[in-house]
């Protein structure tokens, strides 16, 4: 059976100056050798909860535990240095002055010499710098420079790993590759982690739990998946899958809406509300009849992503692959499997 490697209960923390707290009440478990990937807009609260795992932010209610051990409750506080965790930020923050295997060497208390060379090789290699190990940061790129700073941190094998963003400094190529490189490294490791971001498809990509935050709570945690094909709200739909809605009203066992009516199955406390359509569950077929306009085209290499108009003048995206293509002013009739729609109540 998995052990709890993390366990946050009941967590707020305001900041003095506000009275709208930036963590409310959040409550969540890891489990050991899992990847948590906390995810949600700019100023949701992501960077103060990460902060109060690692002890440098103080929540007015809430409890810690990191493995069997309290590190933040009422009556207890263990600083940051006892966490036994690994801390990675955006700015690689590795010492200029030092070479590479001096960094990763950095946080190694070892009093045996051999010991901490081997341990700094062993990182390195895993980490694939073990070529670079008397270069200076100055001589890396920005992604070998993360790279580093993520040997440091797992030098001295901590029980979890914190990332805040580690990979939003970097170009798009580099970001791609080193987000499969991260959580290969954390899972040859064993190391379970939290990794920050605010870039959906990366959290959906890397992590075993994705928790999605908005305005200081927890939206929804779950696998990936669940997160992507059950979203909880309409908020979760949208930041997730980036999900197109409209104004749907209920007749029968239908849900009507200005571009067609769809039958889907669930039981909904009200007869109004919002329905949601994914982007790649739409079936395009030209029909001059119709009301949908192309209004926009663009090629993205594997698929098309067109903008549609509907009557009332609100936009839908839809993208579909390139086996197909219709014309910019064309009128299309969409279709859509039942079970890939969702009704979502209407937010005020
Ligand atoms: P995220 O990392 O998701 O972008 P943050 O945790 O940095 O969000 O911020 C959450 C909220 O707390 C924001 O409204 C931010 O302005 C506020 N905040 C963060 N740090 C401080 C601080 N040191 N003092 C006051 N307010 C802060
Ligand atoms: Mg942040």
């Excluded at 801390?87 to 001096?102: R, S």
């Excluded at 197909?324 to 209407?346: H, R, Y």
Aim: charged letters at 25%; aromatic letters at 8%.
């Amino acid at each position: 059976m998995q052990k709890e490697i993390l366990k946050l209960q009941n967590i707020t923390k305001f900041f003095v100056e506000s009275d709208i707290p930036a963590v409310n009440n959040i409550s969540l478990t890891l489990q050991q050798g899992d990847i948590l990937a906390l995810v949600g807009p700019s100023g949701c609260g992501k960077t103060t909860l990460l902060r109060i795992i690692g002890g440098f932010e103080f929540p007015q209610t809430g409890e810690v535990q990191i493995g069997e051990n309290k590190v933040c409750s009422p009556n207890n506080w263990i600083q940051p240095e006892n966490r036994d965790i690994g801390i990675v930020f955006q700015d690689y923050a590795l010492f200029p002055h030092l070479t590479v295997e001096q960094n990763v060497a950095f946080g190694l208390k070892n009093s045996d010499k051999n010991q901490i060379k081997q341990r700094v090789s062993e990182v390195l290699n895993l980490v694939g710098l073990g070529k670079f190990a008397t270069r200076y940061p100055y001589e890396l790129s920005g992604g070998q420079q993360q790279r580093v700073a993520l040997a440091r941190a797992l030098a001295p094998k901590p029980k979890l790993m914190l990332l805040d963003e580690p990979l939003s400094n970097l170009d798009i190529q580099v970001r791609l590759q080193l987000r499969e490189e991260i959580r290969d490294i954390l899972k040859l490791a064993g190391t379970s982690a939290v990794f920050i971001t605010h870039d959906q498809e990366e959290a959906l990509a890397i992590a075993d739990v994705v928790g999605v935050m908005r305005q200081g709570h927890l939206e929804q945690i779950g696998k990936p998946e669940e997160i992507y094909s059950l979203p909880a709200s309409r908020f979760v739909a949208e930041f997730v899958t980036q999900a197109n809605f409209l104004p749907a009203s209920r007749k029968g066992n239908d849900w009507e809406t200005e571009i067609g009516s769809f039958e889907i199955p669930g039981n909904y406390s009200s007869d109004t509300g919002e329905i949601m359509i994914r982007q790649e569950d739409c079936i395009l077929q030209a029909d001059d009849d119709a009301e949908l306009k192309i209004t926009k085209r663009r090629f993205l290499g594997r698929e098309y992503r067109y903008c549609l108009e509907t009557p009332s003048g609100r936009e839908i995206h839809v993208r579909t692959m390139t086996d197909i293509i219709l014309s910019e002013g064309t009128f299309v009739q969409v279709s859509i499997a039942d079970d890939a729609m969702k009704i979502f109540p209407e937010e005020g």
